[in-house]
């Protein structure tokens, strides 16, 4: 499992760096590193999820239809 420390390390890698990661865990072989693949995916799932675009709601008399 991996450490509070390790996870706050992949944390600070760039999102293009995790996609690389996850990217290249995925085709490892003879095995795919799937604890990797994992943490990277999580990582950035966690970012995305945070990210989400502020959708503004408009009051029904000022819909543009």
């Known amino acids: 499992m991996a450490t509070a420390s390790r996870i ?3 944390q600070l890698l760039s999102s293009r760096t995790l996609e690389l990661l996850c990217e290249e865990a995925s ?3 003879p095995t795919p590193l799937e604890r ?3 943490l ?3 990582v950035l799932f ?3 999820r945070l990210n989400l675009p502020l959708v503004s709601s408009f009051p029904e008399s000022e819909l543009p239809f």
């Open 46 to 48: 966690d970012r995305q």
């Open 27 to 29: 085709a490892h072989l």
């Open 36 to 38: 990797l693949e994992r």
């Open 40 to 42: 990277c995916a999580d």
């Open 8 to 10: 706050r390390a992949f």
